[in-house]
C-alpha cells in the first residue's frame, strides 16, 4: 500500500510569508504528527493529530500551526516566515492514536522549505 | 520533560568493525522504543521497535537493540558493519497518555571506511 505522502517535495520561500504543506497518511492511520528537521536540532516534534484533534503540540511558536481532515489527511501552516525557519519537514502517520503497543510510526519523504 | 540522550553524534569506524550507539531516555512509565535510519539522501525508516517481551529485539540488515529498564537505555548494536551501515541513526521513545507523542534523539551520524 502507498507510504505517507507529502507535498510539495521542495518550495522556496521569502520572509514574512506563509506556507502550506500537505500530508496523506497511510491509508487506514488515524494520526498524524509533524517534526522539523534541521541539522543542528535534528528531529523536533511539532504536533500530532487525531481523529481531526490536536492531542499533543511540540515548543514552537503560534506561527506554527496544522490541521487534520475527516479522511486523515493533514496539513500544517507556518506564517510569517523567518529565515530560522528553513528546515525539513517531516510528517509521519500510525495506526492508533495512543501510544500502546505497537504504535509505530512511518515517514514521509519530508517537504524541504528554504527561507530567503 | 522527557527526553532521549544519544550519546555520540558523529561515529567513524572501519569495515567490520563492531558498532554500539548508545540511547537514554528520561520517562518512568511504560515506552515503546524505536531506532530509525536514514539514509544518504532518503527519508527515515525504522530499524527496529521494542514494545514489550525479550528486551534483546532484532531488526533489519543485523541491526539489534537491548532494552535495560533499569537504565532507561535501548542501545543499538551490529556486531560487524558494512560500508552501506553509513548513514544517521536516530533513537525514539514514544509513550501514552491519552494521546500519543515521540520524541527522538539528536541522531548519530555513522561513517564507515571502507
Known amino acids: 500500500k502507498a507510504g505517507v505522502t507529502q507535498t510539495p517535495r521542495y518550495l522556496i520561500k521569502t520572509r514574512g510569508q506563509q506556507v502550506t504543506l500537505s500530508c496523506s497518511p497511510i491509508?487506514?492511520?488515524?494520526?498524524v504528527s509533524w517534526y522539523q528537521q534541521t541539522p543542528g536540532q535534528g528531529l523536533q516534534f511539532l504536533f500530532e493529530?487525531?481523529?481531526?484533534?490536536?492531542?499533543n503540540k511540540g515548543n514552537f511558536p503560534g506561527r506554527f500551526s496544522g490541521r487534520q481532515f475527516s479522511n486523515s489527511r493533514s496539513e500544517m501552516n507556518v506564517s510569517t516566515l523567518e529565515l530560522g525557519d528553513s528546515a525539513l519537514y517531516l510528517c509521519?502517520?500510525?495506526?492508533?492514536?495512543?501510544?500502546?503497543?505497537?504504535?509505530?510510526?512511518?515517514f514521509g519523504e519530508g517537504s524541504w522549505l528554504t527561507v530567503v | 520533560a522527557q527526553s532521549v540522550s544519544q550519546h555520540n553524534h558523529h561515529v567513524i569506524l572501519s569495515e567490520a568493525a563492531s558498532l554500539e550507539l548508545g540511547c537514554n531516555y528520561s520517562?518512568?512509565?511504560?515506552?515503546?522504543l524505536f531506532w530509525y535510519v536514514q539514509y544518504p539522501g532518503q527519508h527515515l525508516q525504522l530499524l527496529l521497535k521494542?514494545?514489550?517481551?525479550d528486551p534483546l529485539v532484532k531488526g533489519i540488515k543485523g541491526f539489534e537493540a537491548e532494552f535495560i529498564k533499569s537504565k532507561f537505555s535501548f542501545n543499538l548494536r551490529k556486531p560487524s558493519v558494512q560500508w552501506s551501515d553509513t548513514a544517521e541513526y536516530f533513537c525514539?521513545?514514544?509513550w501514552g497518555n491519552g494521546g500519543f507523542k515521540t520524541i527522538f534523539g539528536a541522531g548519530t551520524r555513522l561513517f564507515v571506511k571502507a
Open positions: 509521519a502517520s500510525s495506526l492508533y492514536g495512543t501510544g500502546s503497543s505497537g504504535n509505530t510510526i512511518y
Open positions: 491509508s487506514g492511520h488515524r494520526s
Open positions: 493529530y487525531f481523529s481531526e484533534t490536536q492531542r
Open positions: 520517562y518512568g512509565g511504560t515506552v515503546n
Open positions: 521494542y514494545f514489550s517481551g
Open positions: 525514539a521513545v514514544s
